[in-house]
């Protein structure tokens, strides 16, 4: 595991910007194409608006295909929809195609939505194995990831896929990518920042003794890839480096 600490947001975004102009190069150059799983939430809105202006030229972007880690249950106009975010900082810059991007259909039940996902996945990858280039995380300050919440069903999934949850602090269903199926990306790496991510942080990469069911993102740990993350100072406050 990486650590990269950066002293203000620009910092941390500008480095985690070269991260991923770098891997995107790498997989466009060795298999033609890069598949690039999207966080959603508040921390990337910058980062993908930089990324789609100032470093535009930088990455081909037609060989570039977006997926999304998670999903909110909510329609897709709506304020919370991880999708709607991305396309407002992300894909109306890069003028994205359509089919360039996997959002997840939540007018569906949130079990078909889910089901839709995986089906829509394993067209793109051709049947084979679902293996991201990276994967785009955040982390909650009650050390959520993706949509994997303290305490709820997804924990404890074992499975390679997407699934639905209901998450009772939320009072809502979430879809989500399982932590077996993004354990299996070629690279992964966290953006998270901020004083309220320090007890989330210090417990999730700092804690010997695992306890997923209270620190989901302990879960996140590549089988075969790399493990980065991208954090200010404020977030490691509470670690013993
Ligand atoms: O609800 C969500 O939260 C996490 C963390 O979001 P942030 O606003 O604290 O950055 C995010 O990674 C996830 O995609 C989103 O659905």
Do not use: C
């Not at 999207?38 to 980062?47: A, F, M, Q, V």
């Amino acid at each position: 595991m990486n650590l990269h600490i950066f002293k203000s947001i620009p910092e941390l975004n500008e480095n985690l910007i070269k991260y991923v102009i770098e891997i995107a190069n790498q997989s466009i150059a060795t298999k033609g194409r890069f598949d690039f799983v999207l966080t959603g939430g508040n921390s990337p809105k910058e980062l993908y608006k930089e990324i789609s202006t100032t470093f535009k030229d930088k990455i081909d972007w037609t060989k570039v295909y977006f997926f999304f880690g998670d999903e909110r249950y909510v329609l897709p106009d709506h304020k919370d929809y991880n999708g709607l975010m991305a396309k407002e900082t992300l894909f109306n810059n890069l003028q994205t195609p359509e089919d360039h991007i996997f959002y997840f259909d939540t007018t569906l039940p949130p079990a078909d939505s889910a089901k839709a996902y995986k089906a829509a996945l394993d067209k793109h990858f051709n049947g084979e194995e679902i293996v991201f280039d990276l994967i785009l995380l955040g982390m909650g300050d009650d050390a959520h990831t993706a949509s994997i919440f303290p305490e709820t069903e997804l924990v404890k999934s074992i499975h390679q896929t997407v699934e639905s949850v209901w998450v009772e602090k939320l009072d809502t269903y979430r879809i989500s990518l399982t932590a077996p199926l993004i354990n299996k990306a070629k690279n992964i790496a966290f953006i998270t920042f901020g004083e309220n991510k320090a007890n989330a942080l210090k417990h999730v990469i700092g804690d010997e003794q695992k306890d997923y069911f209270v620190y989901p993102a302990q879960l996140i740990k590549p089988l075969d890839g790399n493990l980065d993350w991208f954090v200010d100072d404020k977030a490691t406050g509470f670690l013993d480096l």
